[in-house]
């Protein structure tokens, strides 16, 4: 085990990661931005160091000086946490170089799991149903025939993309260069590659991703589905698990599937594998996120096993305790994304307490939300032994909460936990459409 790890992040998870390894009894080392000087992470952190200036690219992507930090701390390890530099290949890469574990999977797993066609096509050797596709998109030639050989209407996805980004939905061969064109430029701005690949759009459906745990000496269990279906161009509002929709035989076989495929591919760690569940019940695997997800929680609250502490205790070569069989899948949780709409200063804060109710958050009084980063302010979790009453644990939750001084969605929170739709657990991707 390590004695010392570097969070090469900032907000809500860096809190997170921190609070895991006071808990092991591992020493922090924080990065900032100057921005983030008085931010939560830093308070935490037992010793911390600056980055760069506002940017993402001069500070929390500036890989040079993050290893500089570790190097400097004797950080034996990085934690990237999500986004950023979590499905970075190079820095995953650069860290072994200067002798530092990056606590994810190793460069060369990574550049080969992070590319989305590449993912799906190994996902079908493995045996799992995949959304009719493409491979890496070269031209708007080649667009346009693989979309007449899969078929409108179809999306563009970026092949190293999430978050929403780099995504267009095309109804029709009038609609497919502009597209493409939007689709790339978008690709390339966020994540460094303008590479796309195309697939089916799938329609109606329900986003079910399964978590994913590995550990070096081949054990792999899944913990729990989660539907993270409410979601707005593309953007994660609410997830739940399980899914009112995956049905205990469902279920079981799909785990049984996705086993047996992460075997093959040979990964380790924490991981994602995210699928399109349609109206006839059938599951397509879409992507594999090879991190630790914003929604990670909600699986903890379901199970009881702290992602973050079993990720780095696989990092360091320590086998699961635990089996498929130990996972144990009963009640229910939600997870509300808590975001600001606007920058701001937190003048008053009040959060929602009682039993199995959780806020994560790098929010204190007098905490500056800046347009530099990304608008989520927390997350709210709850746990409750029903779906019936997490949903009444939830709504009494959100109610409570007060965070003043920063213009924030709580309140459409209340109204998506109380529509009829939602309320029913019969809802899907096109919640808001409708």
Not at 118 to 141: D, F, N, R, Y
Not at 237 to 257: C, G, H, N, Q, T
Request: hydrophobic letters at 40%.
């Amino acid at each position: 085990m390590y004695s010392k790890i570097l969070i090469a992040n900032r907000g809500e998870i860096a809190v997170r990661i921190i609070r895991a390894c006071k808990e092991m009894g591992v020493a922090t080392v924080a990065v900032f931005s100057e921005p983030d000087a008085d931010a939560l992470h830093v308070a935490l952190a037992d010793e911390s160091y600056c980055v760069g200036g506002p940017s993402p690219t001069d500070s929390y992507l500036n890989e040079e000086r993050i290893i500089s930090a570790a190097l400097v701390s004797g950080a034996q390890a990085i934690h990237p946490g999500y986004g950023f530099l979590s499905e970075n290949a190079h820095f995953a890469r650069l860290c072994r170089q200067n002798g530092i574990v990056f606590i994810g999977p190793d460069p060369e797993n990574m550049e080969r799991l992070s590319d989305k066609a590449v993912i799906k096509k190994l996902m079908a050797e493995a045996g799992l149903p995949v959304i009719p596709g493409s491979g890496t998109l070269g031209s708007v030639a080649q667009a346009f025939a693989e979309a007449e050989r899969i078929g409108y209407p179809v999306m563009l996805k970026s092949s190293f993309g999430g978050g929403g980004r780099g995504i267009r939905q095309v109804n029709g061969p009038e609609e497919l260069e502009n597209a493409y064109l939007t689709a790339t430029a978008e690709s390339l701005s966020a994540f460094g590659s303008g590479d796309v690949y195309m697939e089916k759009f799938v329609h109606p459906a329900r986003h079910v991703e399964v978590q994913v745990l590995a550990d070096e000496q081949g054990h792999v269990v899944c913990l729990g589905e989660r539907d993270c279906s409410i979601q707005r161009r593309h953007q994660k509002l609410i997830e739940e698990s399980p899914s009112p929709a995956v049905s205990p035989d469902m279920r079981a076989a799909l785990f049984e599937k996705i086993n047996a495929a992460v075997r093959a591919i040979g990964y380790t760690g924490v991981g994602t594998l995210e699928f399109l569940l349609d109206r006839s019940g059938h599951f397509y695997f879409m992507e594999m996120n090879v991190r630790l997800q914003v929604e990670h929680t909600v699986t903890e609250a379901l199970t009881g096993i702290d992602l973050v502490k079993w990720q780095i205790r696989v990092a360091s070569g320590i086998p699961l305790s635990f089996g498929q069989e130990d996972v144990d899948i009963t009640g229910s949780a939600i997870e509300c994304r808590l975001n600001a709409l606007a920058p701001g200063q937190v003048e008053f804060m009040h959060v929602a307490g009682g039993p199995f109710v959780r806020f994560d958050t790098w929010l204190v009084t007098g905490t500056k939300v800046t347009p530099y980063y990304d608008s989520l302010l927390g997350k709210l979790i709850v746990y409750a032994g029903s779906r019936e009453q997490t949903l009444r644990k939830m709504k009494a939750a959100l109610c409570e909460m007060v965070i003043y001084g920063v213009e924030n969605n709580i309140e459409e929170q209340i109204n998506i936990v109380e529509s009829d739709p939602f309320m029913s657990g019969d809802y899907d991707l096109d919640y808001f459409e409708k």
